[in-house]
């Protein structure tokens, strides 16, 4: 792949990137119980299909056992926001219920904050506060996953103020998130300059081709900005002569480790385009291509307990749940919708069994890299040492699609 150094390396981790925000120390919280809680596992588990497993009883249980309020609007509130969703009508209608409390919550709450209040309510990168729509949010990029939350909340309730969240947040995308030299959004608007990493792709493109569906007039406009950031992002990072993705770009060019959740949120970004692209479009063959080679790069990367390495190439780190997680969901998708050809079916059953494994009866998902793509360029190992908010929300994205009707 090509190398562009347009990037200066960053001289120290920061806090508050992909992955900080984490519940409490290093053991999991015991949780706090609502009355959107009080459903035992048991009773969920006797609402869902006969072919969904206990642990996703399990891990539903344990995300409505936190009240609704201790969500922030960070992508470690809105990863579990979705993830409930995505199952409060397979059985769980207490998800929507809570889903809504965390929406009126933050609505009420949030604009009376002062700059440095918000800033200080979530452990996300600090960047540039954004207060001209419904909801205060920033410039860093695990805000833009208010859209996916949001987009969910109004298509279970057709609450306005839900769509007028998603447009607010792909108007910032569009408008007011700085650039590269190269065109990428950025991370955020204080380090935009130290690194990128292929994280904001999935946020970014996610978002603006949630607002191309909600809005008539200008949806073009957000869908040419999606397909521009798609096309930019896979250039830079994917190696397409190993179907792999690389973890970070630095100013010297790219850094020299493929991180499992760098090809999770890459891949995820080909399949958020995909979702919402007519098979008319010029655009969809190709990005159907590049996530089948990205699709082909994982595969032959699968370990022998069948998960994906936190570095996917290097055979001394260890297999990891999250990034595993996210190309097997990715992949399964896409072989089921017909964007790509069926030729995965052991590595998708391979994969979501090692992801299965390493979820508690009670409900913790393990084996999780917790910390970020720089640590992970830097082969800091940092695995189960934190139990952070959007874990049980990508466990439940992931098992909503491995057990899709």
Request: charged share 25%; hydrophobic share 40%; aromatic share 10%.
């Amino acid at each position: 792949m090509k190398r562009r150094g347009f990037l200066r390396t960053m001289a120290a981790v920061g806090v508050g990137s992909f992955g900080a925000g984490h519940l409490s120390g290093s053991e999991p919280p015991s949780g706090t119980q609502s009355p959107q809680g009080q459903l035992t596992i048991d009773e969920i588990r006797t609402r869902l299909k006969p072919n969904v497993p206990t642990i996703v009883a399990a891990v539903l249980h344990r995300t409505l056992s936190d009240k609704p309020q201790s969500l922030d609007t960070d992508w470690n509130g809105t990863f579990r926001i979705e993830g409930l969703l995505r199952w409060s009508k397979r059985g769980v209608p207490e998800a929507l219920d809570f889903a809504r409390s965390w929406f009126e919550y933050h609505l009420e709450h949030d604009r009376k904050l002062t700059d440095e209040e918000f800033l200080k309510s979530y452990g996300g990168a600090r960047s540039r506060v954004i207060r001209s729509g419904l909801l205060p949010f920033t410039t860093y990029a695990g805000f833009f996953g208010l859209a996916f939350a949001c987009h969910k909340l109004y298509q279970h309730t057709l609450d306005p103020r839900a769509r007028q969240v998603c447009l607010d947040v792909a108007e910032a995308v569009l408008h007011v998130s700085p650039r590269d030299s190269h065109g990428l959004v950025a991370h955020d608007d204080v380090r935009f300059a130290e690194f990128a990493i292929p994280d904001v792709a999935f946020f970014a493109v996610r978002a603006l081709m949630i607002a191309s569906l909600l809005d008539e007039k200008v949806g073009i406009v957000y869908r040419r900005q999606a397909l521009y950031q798609i096309r930019a992002y896979t250039d830079a990072f994917l190696d397409r002569k190993t179907g792999l993705v690389r973890t970070a770009l630095y100013p010297s060019g790219l850094g020299p480790t493929c991180w499992c959740r760098a090809s999770g949120w890459l891949m995820w970004a080909l399949t958020a385009a995909l979702r919402h692209l007519p098979r008319e479009h010029e655009a969809f063959s190709e990005i159907a291509s590049d996530l089948a080679i990205l699709a082909d790069g994982v595969a032959k990367a699968q370990g022998p307990n069948g998960g994906l390495r936190v570095l996917v190439d290097n055979d001394s780190t260890p297999e990891e749940t999250s990034g595993t997680g996210m190309c097997v969901a990715g992949i399964h998708e896409a072989v089921r919708k017909g964007w790509i050809v069926d030729r995965y079916r052991s590595f998708i059953r391979k994969g979501w069994q090692f992801v299965e494994g390493n979820v508690t009866p009670d409900g913790w998902v393990r084996k999780v890299y917790t910390g970020w793509a720089v640590p992970a360029e830097e082969r800091k190992m940092s695995i189960d040492d934190n139990y952070h908010g959007w874990i049980p929300g990508f466990f439940l994205v992931t098992a909503d699609e491995m057990y899709a009707s």
